[in-house]
């Protein structure tokens, strides 16, 4: 069975960084989709990155872009997201995904994993 861990939220001034880490085990398949969400009291959860394990290709929205960093090491099994420049407007609670979506899927802007294959989550609080 898939588990995923998060780690490594926390609170920060904005323009300061933060790196998270989700922890896999157990997945079944060689290669596939990581990403990370975040979430917002009172707000729809929004897609932040991701990356295919199988060749490294990643994808960013607009608020990532530029800021923010996805990674992943195949030997640890081990999901980053290495966050710049934070700005109060980041403040959420931060959630790893995996599944094994395509390439094409994965970075192409429209992967949606079912919420069963997420983390439990990581608090980001970035003030003023």
């Known amino acids: 069975q898939m588990q995923l861990a998060e780690s490594g939220g926390g609170s920060v001034q904005a323009g300061g960084s933060l790196r998270l880490s989700c922890a896999a085990s157990g997945y079944p398949y060689s290669t596939y989709c990581m990403g990370w969400f975040r979430q917002a009291p009172g707000k729809e959860s929004e897609g932040v990155a991701t990356i295919y394990t199988g060749g490294g290709s990643t994808y960013y929205t607009d608020s990532a872009k530029g800021r923010f960093t996805i990674s992943h090491d195949n030997g640890k099994n081990t999901l980053y997201l290495q966050m710049g420049g934070l700005r109060p407007e980041d403040t959420a609670m931060y959630y790893c995904?995996?599944?094994?979506?395509?390439?094409?899927?994965?970075?192409?802007?429209?992967?949606?994993?079912?919420?069963?294959?997420w983390g439990p989550g990581t608090q980001v609080t970035v003030s003023s």
């Open positions: 995904a995996a599944d094994p979506a395509p390439s094409s899927v994965c970075v192409g802007g429209n992967w949606s994993p079912s919420r069963r294959y």
